[in-house]
């Protein structure tokens, strides 16, 4: 059973444009959703998190919004680079769990010059 | 500050032999976690210690995966005997006590594991 499914699988955008990368969760225990992102041959990178307290945050080009009660969060790259081309991970925890991440299957984003 | 540190970073072992797996996570950090990765798939949780003590076990495959965490600082993963269907990037990961809610967790480059 897969409690966060995340979406497109993969992703091809042209440099400028937005990327755009979907999640949705299951357990309303969540309390946490980070998004991570890899780059070949390394772990997983800590980008940008949010709490369901907020509808949306933003760091930069990247910008996460929630909607808490359809259960689903997306990630926006805005004004993408060749450079954030990555595997994108999309998580959830909660206090109930350990703050144990549950991992989406991840997206493989390419951006192109 | 040094990272979490995992080695091997590639491991390629014959079915039925044993792997043991290392992570070194950041000083101070008394969380800490293994997830596993296979063949384009989720990023699954394994297990999870707090210092020395093993908090939760549940995503442990089955009983050929042991984990040992000594003195609550390295943290040991063995597989024995391995299976082909073991094979994938074994990630660890670190954080500090959880005070508040989500605190950050740091990842390892992981340990790619073949099993032919």
């Known amino acids: 059973q897969q409690q966060v499914k995340q979406s497109p699988q993969s992703l091809i955008v042209q440099k400028g444009g937005i990327s755009i990368i979907n999640c949705a969760y299951e357990?309303?225990?969540?309390?946490?959703f980070p998004w991570y992102q890899q780059f070949p041959g390394k772990g997983p990178a800590l980008l940008i998190a949010?709490?369901?307290?907020?509808s949306e945050k933003k760091e930069g080009r990247f910008t996460i919004s929630f909607n808490k009660s359809a259960k689903q969060f997306s990630l926006h790259i805005m004004d993408s680079q060749p450079g954030d081309s990555a595997t994108y991970f999309c998580?959830?925890?909660?206090?109930?769990?350990?703050?144990?991440?549950?991992f989406g299957s991840g997206t493989r984003l390419l951006v192109r010059p | 500050e040094a990272g979490v540190t995992q080695f091997p970073s590639h491991s390629v072992i014959e079915k039925g032999q044993t792997v043991t797996l290392r992570c070194d996570p950041i000083?101070?950090?008394?969380?800490l976690y293994w997830y596993r990765r296979v063949m384009g798939k989720e990023i699954k949780f394994l297990l999870h210690?707090?210092?020395?003590?093993?908090?939760?076990e549940s995503g442990m495959p089955n009983n050929r995966f042991l984990a040992e965490r000594t003195g609550g600082t390295y943290s040991t993963l063995k597989v024995q005997p391995a299976e082909l269907e073991d094979s994938g990037v074994y990630f660890c990961?670190?954080?500090?006590?959880?005070?508040?809610?989500?605190?950050?967790?740091?990842f390892g480059q992981g340990t790619r594991l073949t099993v032919v």
């Open positions: 990961a670190s954080s500090r006590i959880i005070k508040k809610k989500g605190t950050e967790a740091f």
């Open positions: 949010i709490r369901p307290d907020v």
């Open positions: 357990n309303t225990a969540f309390d946490y």
């Open positions: 210690f707090v210092k020395e003590s093993k908090q939760d």
């Open positions: 998580a959830a925890s909660g206090k109930d769990s350990s703050y144990k991440l549950i």
């Open positions: 000083s101070g950090h008394d969380n």
